[in-house]
């Protein structure tokens, strides 16, 4: 059974980056497109980004494109989520996605402050 952990998030001013990062275990990774997430209070969940199984094919939000860079180190078993020029809309708990088992962890809070 794949397991996932996020960490990484943090409070940040607008304009800053972070770089949260999602590490699996209990599964094999390598077979697995990746995805984060996010949900802001009061909102649905919705895509964020999505790296393929070799990293070479990535996928992003129209509202994060040119601003988030999603990839990955399956020797690591870590998936990362690059963060830039970040604004408070960027707010939300940031989950990470293993697509094939379907698996989600518990989430990383980032708070943007204008």
């Known amino acids: 059974q794949v397991q996932l952990v996020e960490s990484g998030g943090g409070l940040v001013q607008a304009g800053g980056s972070l770089r949260p990062s999602c590490a699996a275990s209990?599964?094999?990774?390598?077979?697995?497109?990746m995805g984060w997430f996010r949900q802001a209070p009061g909102k649905e969940r919705e895509f964020v980004a999505s790296i393929s199984r070799s990293g070479g094919k990535t996928s992003y939000a129209d509202s994060v494109q040119g601003r988030f860079t999603i990839s990955r180190d399956n020797a690591k078993n870590t998936v990362y989520l690059q963060m830039n020029k970040l604004k408070p809309e960027d707010t939300a708990v940031y989950y990470c996605?293993?697509?094939?088992?379907?698996?989600w962890g518990q989430g990383t809070l980032v708070t943007v402050s204008s």
């Open positions: 996605n293993a697509r094939g088992p379907d698996a």
């Open positions: 209990g599964g094999t990774f390598d077979r697995y497109v």
